[in-house]
């Protein structure tokens, strides 16, 4: 068993944030953004296990990089259990079928919705790993690389607002990007 004082690296592995409150010490709250790695104790670690969720949250947001503390943990953990986006990134890419199935298999839940994301992300061109994703997850990967299509083609059609009306002010006249009849505060130190 670790010394409680041990220093633990965990990393948010899910692409939103993800915390805890651990009331037992001190109302202790950690928020984690997408990605972001922070040290910790052991005594905080076993604490997070204790909590409702906690085992879930360590198992599918978070991961830890310290091999004695999986080990007291979790006990043993699958390969994919470490799997960062480049590690995805190598299995989408040159990874065989059979590895990408046992990933989908085993992975916690986290590496699961790195793997969605990178295949959108990339466009992943392999029609029968799209296909096991779908089969595996249910996530249409081509549907996903339509819709992100879709919407940067809305986002770039967006146009600025023009005025639908003259403004009823002489000053706001000149105003071009003002909705307001309201001076500006340039005007108004003008005006004292």
């Known amino acids: ?23 037992e010490m001190n109302n202790l ?39 004695k503390a999986i080990a007291e943990i979790f006990g043993e953990v ?28 085993f992975a916690p839940e986290g590496v699961i919705s790195l793997v969605k994301k990178i295949a959108v992300e990339t466009k992943l061109n392999d029609v029968a790993k799209r296909k096991i994703i779908q089969e595996k997850t249910g996530f249409n990967v081509d549907r996903a690389i339509d819709a992100n299509e879709y919407t940067k083609e809305e986002n770039a059609k967006e146009t600025k607002s023009e005025r639908r009306a003259k403004p009823v002010s002489k000053k706001a006249e000149t105003a071009k990007t003002r909705k307001t009849d309201l001076p500006s505060l340039k005007d108004l130190k003008k005006d004292k």
């Open 29 to 67: 709250h950690r928020q984690f953004a997408a990605g972001e790695t922070k040290e910790i104790t052991m005594e905080e670690l076993r604490a997070l296990t204790y909590l409702p969720g906690g085992m879930q949250i360590l198992q599918d947001c978070f991961v830890i990089h310290d091999e």
């Open 78 to 105: 699958e390969p994919e259990y470490a799997y960062d986006e480049e590690d995805v990134k190598t299995l989408l890419t040159t990874g065989t079928n059979d590895q990408l199935e046992d990933c989908l298999d």
């Open 1 to 23: 068993m670790l010394d409680k004082n041990y220093i633990v690296e965990i990393t948010n592995r899910d692409s939103g944030s993800a915390g805890y409150t651990i009331a």
